[in-house]
């Protein structure tokens, strides 16, 4: 039992370390709202292009973002569960609720 315990706080500390940062944090609560373009999240976000990509990428490899061809360009797609709590939106990362003020 102990490995198990051990093997989830892992999952844990790595997924709130990813969550750790704003502009993934700020990422995360636009693509709540729906699949984005770079462009769309760039234009809400203002930040350098490359930077953007850097954090997409982070979010990506995690398992919280996945992205999908959209002729010339990549759409981004929010895909942990969000849950209604208390009129609230919150990510559900499966050993903690994520919940956005």
């Known amino acids: ?3 198990k315990t ?3 706080q892992s999952f844990c500390v790595r997924k709130l370390k990813v969550l750790a940062d704003t502009t ?5 609560q636009n693509l709540m709202e729906g699949p984005k373009h770079v462009g769309e999240l760039n234009a809400v976000l203002e930040i350098e292009q490359s930077l953007l990509s850097h954090h997409l990428k982070i979010l990506r490899d995690e ?3 996945e992205a999908t061809r959209d ?6 797609h929010f895909i942990p569960p969000i849950r209604e709590v208390n009129d ?3 990510i559900d990362l499966g050993c903690c609720l994520l919940c956005f003020d």
């Open 88 to 90: 609230d939106r919150v």
């Open 1 to 3: 039992m102990k490995h």
């Open 24 to 28: 993934r944090l700020a990422v995360l």
């Open 6 to 8: 051990v093997s989830t």
């Open 63 to 65: 398992g919280f973002v």
């Open 71 to 76: 002729g010339k360009s990549v759409l981004y």
